[in-house]
């Protein structure tokens, strides 16, 4: 039985690598954008906790990617264009293939967490006790679980062709309007009104607060809002895959 | 006993109805060939004995199991049509994954020995040529020892040499013991394959019956004519029942 988990992870995670459009998009955009408005634009003089706050939200924003990208893309054309069928009439213990898909999501997002702190520590100046480190790593790392089942339900309801553009879609303006790319104090009001009601936001706040950077709310109120979202898109995800199941053939 | 079996089996999805009540049998080492045009049923009727839809009404089994339990997943293998498979795979990557999901796979020069794809191996599956990518889901299929294979039109989009090719590690499965249901809109493939034929239409078997005698019955020397007349025969009663 662990043979069998550990088959499929080996495999699903040569398959990516070899997957220059998944490569890249999850590895380099999180370390690009953070070098641009990390590194290059941050004021000449500016404090240490705008170069912590940016490490805590550009981490949130790269398990993002790395978990939509293998949940919600990488589900959609399997499913889509046949192969998941194949998978389903296999014994393949359904277990294993979702184990697989978030073994990817944890180790592209967390190799990706890893070399923002390299580069946040080298030249952002990121200065924090070692135990705040692991803990930001492991509070990023935790997402994702809420947005894997986010993938989940992207997966089961976007085509296959399309479901990268759709990923994209969902994903980009999470990571702004959450105030991911730029602190949320320097967001238009509207947006800050908006925020709450993102997953996004709420994994930037947990991370943020792990640091003890000034942010909103509380842990327990993060959690359990990621909870609830967690929860709406399990729900979401099984809905539309019974409604996908019934599809019509010859 | 039959390993698999279909008992008045109906689909229907939504207002469109896909089976209209079929009995199957397969019998242990024979090689059934399900025809019929596009349409007519037959992926449907995979679908149900593989567990991947439940029938609307009636009773599915694998070798006495429901088919989508764990038992008859181990004991059968699916060659089903996709329209992508993953790419950036070695083929030997491919097979020893399945081979993993099995308690008592072949060994993976066995499986790529029987499905003819010595010497690429290592090539990803993005490389491979079409009748190259098409053994290799025959070569998924077979990799866990199973006693039934599934074979929804194997050979749709393939060139006569290539056809051919998978035609002989088909024959070499049942040779070894190996029970088949083929799927297949080419006549000449049940012909030159099948030990009894299923002919399916508009969701109803019409005919049942080795190559031969579907060819008596179509009353023709050959198998497409006699399917043709078959076909339009069931097309022509079934707008009498409706005046």
């Not at chain 1, 969902?170 to 908006?194: E, R, S, T």
Request: aromatic residues 10%; glycine residues 12%.
């Amino acid at each position: 039985m662990m043979h069998v988990y550990w088959m499929e992870t080996r495999t699903e995670l040569l398959k990516f690598a070899r997957m220059k459009s998944y490569a890249l998009s999850t590895i380099l955009y999180p370390l690009m954008f953070y070098c641009f408005f990390g590194l290059a634009m941050a004021p000449q003089n500016s404090t240490a906790p705008m170069a912590r706050y940016l490490i805590a939200t550009y981490g949130a924003f790269a398990i993002m990617g790395s978990t939509l990208y293998a949940f919600g893309a990488g589900i959609a054309v399997e499913r889509g264009l046949g192969w998941l069928e194949v998978k389903r009439a296999s014994p393949m213990p359904t277990g294993a293939y979702f184990f697989a898909k978030g073994a990817v999501a944890v180790a592209f997002g967390s190799t990706v967490i890893l070399l923002l702190f390299a580069l946040g520590a080298t030249f952002g100046h990121v200065r924090m006790a070692p135990v705040q480190w692991v803990l930001t790593f492991i509070g990023l790392v935790a997402g994702v679980v809420p947005f894997g089942l986010l993938g989940l339900t992207i997966g089961n309801l976007a085509g296959p062709n399309s479901a990268p553009a759709t990923v994209n879609m969902i994903y980009m303006p999470l990571a702004f309007c959450g105030g991911l790319w730029i602190p949320f104090n320097f967001l238009p009001k509207a947006v800050q009104q908006l925020a709450p009601l993102l997953p996004s936001y709420h994994l930037g706040q947990i991370a943020l607060a792990v640091q003890n950077t000034p942010g909103k709310g509380s842990i327990g109120g993060h959690v359990a809002a990621l909870g609830a979202f967690g929860l709406i898109f399990l729900g979401t995800a099984w809905l539309a895959q019974s409604r996908g199941r019934e599809k019509m053939y010859g | 006993m039959p390993v698999a079996m279909l008992q008045n089996v109906a689909k229907t999805y939504g207002a469109v109805t896909a089976l209209r009540g079929i009995d199957l049998t397969i019998e242990p080492g024979e090689l059934l060939a399900v025809l019929g045009p596009n349409g007519a049923g037959k992926t449907t009727a995979v679908r149900i004995l593989l567990g991947l839809t439940a029938p609307t009404s009636g009773r599915a089994e694998l070798f006495g199991h429901p088919p989508s339990s764990h038992p008859a997943k181990l004991r059968r293998g699916a060659m089903l049509q996709v329209a992508r498979v993953p790419e950036t795979l070695r083929v030997c990557e491919h097979i020893e994954l399945f081979s993993s999901y099995y308690p008592k796979p072949l060994k993976l020069e066995e499986t790529v020995a029987a499905a003819g794809l010595g010497g690429v191996e290592k090539r990803l599956f993005g490389d491979l040529s079409g009748g190259q990518k098409q053994r290799l889901l025959f070569a998924l299929a077979i990799c866990g020892n199973p006693d039934l294979l599934f074979l929804d039109e194997p050979t749709v989009g393939l060139d006569v040499a290539a056809r051919r090719g998978l035609w002989t590690h088909i024959r070499g499965f049942v040779e070894r013991g190996g029970s088949v249901l083929l799927t297949t809109h080419y006549l000449d493939e049940a012909d030159a394959l099948a030990d009894r034929i299923a002919v399916i239409d508009q969701g109803r078997i019409i005919a049942q019956g080795t190559p031969a005698e579907i060819k008596q019955r179509g009353a023709s020397a050959g198998l497409e004519d006699a399917f043709l007349s078959l076909v339009r025969q069931n097309a022509s009663s079934i707008e009498e029942v409706l005046q």
